[in-house]
């Protein structure tokens, strides 16, 4: 089988194409700029290559309700043009395949469930610290969206006692991603974070505020398995600093064996490496064509 | 038809019997004491009433995994007798019906979503504030289980700058049930909450952290609704302190409507008001009986 995906990021864009096993066959990077360039490059991409389906996980926010008018659509991004982008439907009008379509983080944690670290859970969460933070949600075994959809790098966070960084997030300051993402490293020590040392004191700070977001996501939502990924995260002395930082924000209050004995196979890197937002795409993909396929079975 | 439908609180167990359009026949309340006791009681109020399925929302924690020894369990509860106690199994010997099983607020948030405020929608949040702080999800449609449940009344929360209150959660101090469950108010200003006044500077602070972890829930998970129960939201003039609270904390980041413009009907009391918690073990009844109908359907 042969089925498309497009890690489509504010950045950049990724397509490839892959198979059922969750295997990338192929794949091709270029610069995101205006959707006319970039959608284009991404038809011409495809265009030859007789998917049976294509998978998208994209920056947002994007509309995701299946009945509003929104649905496929980029909507409120500061990013220039793609604001109230019809993505999906200027794919559609191309390309007469089955589509899956949610945001990148999503994609990721679905990705990391169906062939990652959280394979054959019923629940993941997936974070992905870098320029911003993001979370994918996927619980009782379906991506979450609601009202829009997980925005976790804004929830609110204690500050650290000995912290006086104001925080870079325009709306709220010092929310999560405003005292942790790359950005607030950067803007809060002088240095991007891979020009840190590893035993700098900004990792247990970076730590502290990581640590809190996944305590809560652990009080709210209990999932089976939480991922960390993006650029910030490759620095990998973090995880031992965040498991520890957890274990103390919880102080044993949630008795599962997976937190309190096996942490270090609780929070964890992306089993997909770098490719778990490509795969994650594959996977919508996959997704797609088989409810595809029921639903034309059951007629 | 006859569904039972039982609320098992730490304080009191309420049991019922009502229909599948929601409404309580009748129903009948005790103090929770020995399990042997109560259940005993649960027992002889349904031993005649010819239920064609249970449900139970519980206190907690309980087992949630239905392959898991102590699936139906209460686990690890300070509540004397009651840890490891097999709830569901007891009442197995006695009826042998469907059964629906869960927290007591995950069976709120259920019944609002099938019969009160949060009806037809995909997914809502239930809070429940009084003596303790709890919260259940529902999401796609489904409850949220994961390694255990939703635990929300222990996130932690950023103090309010003028508090110097120390909390009373003995994991967590100033976690969120630490700094606003009805002991902490009373700890804090020396009365109870509904000995009050409206004006008085307590409801500010109470919303302030109310408002902090409904930032984080909707941030997370995105409900379509949120309910907020519990003795300590009988106080009623919360609901618009915490409205505005959660509107100044996001800061209009997520630009949806629901929150923009018609914040009082997304942040809203229980549909079922004081039967949230019975109607929601009906529904959780009601659901077990169509499923084994369903499944006796397609044998």
């Known amino acids: 089988m042969r089925l498309g995906a497009i890690e489509a990021g504010g950045t950049k864009f990724v397509c490839g194409i892959g198979n059922e096993h969750g295997v990338i066959e192929e ?19 495809f265009r030859e290559s007789q998917v049976e389906a294509i998978g998208i996980g994209s920056f947002g926010p994007i509309g995701l309700h299946p009945g509003s008018p929104l649905y496929g659509f980029v909507t409120t991004t500061p990013k220039p043009g793609w604001a109230n982008c019809d993505f999906l439907g200027t794919l559609r009008q191309v390309f007469h395949v089955p589509y899956g379509w949610d945001t990148d983080v999503n994609a990721a944690a679905y990705g990391e469930a169906v062939w990652g670290s959280a394979k054959g859970l019923q629940s993941c969460l997936y974070y992905t610290v870098g320029t911003g933070i993001g979370i994918g949600v ?3 075994g379906q991506l979450v969206h609601g009202l829009v959809h997980p925005e976790g790098g804004h929830v609110p966070v ?19 991603e405003g005292m942790a993402a790359g950005p607030a490293l950067e803007a809060r020590w002088g ?36 991922i960390l990924g993006g650029g ?32 270090d196979n609780y929070i964890v890197a992306p089993g997909l490496g770098e490719q778990a937002g490509l795969c994650g795409a594959l996977a919508l993909g996959l997704r797609a064509y088989q409810q595809a396929h029921e639903k034309a079975g059951a007629i």
Chains 1, 2 share one sequence.
């Open 191 to 226: 240095k991007k974070g891979y020009e840190l040392p590893a035993d700098h004191a900004a990792w247990e700070r970076e730590a502290y505020y990581i640590a809190q977001s996944i305590t809560g996501a652990i009080l709210m939502l209990s999932p089976q398995k939480i």
């Open 27 to 45: 794949s091709v990077s270029f610069p995101t700029e205006q959707p006319e360039v970039t959608l284009g490059k991404v038809i011409d991409y």
């Open 138 to 140: 996927y619980a009782e």
């Open 232 to 263: 910030v995260m490759k620095q990998t002395h973090l995880f031992p600093l965040i498991r520890e930082a957890v274990k103390l924000n919880l102080n044993g209050y949630v008795s599962a064996a997976e937190i309190t004995e096996h942490i």
């Open 158 to 176: 204690k500050r650290h006692p000995e912290d006086s960084f104001q925080g870079l997030c325009p709306y709220h300051g010092d929310c999560l």
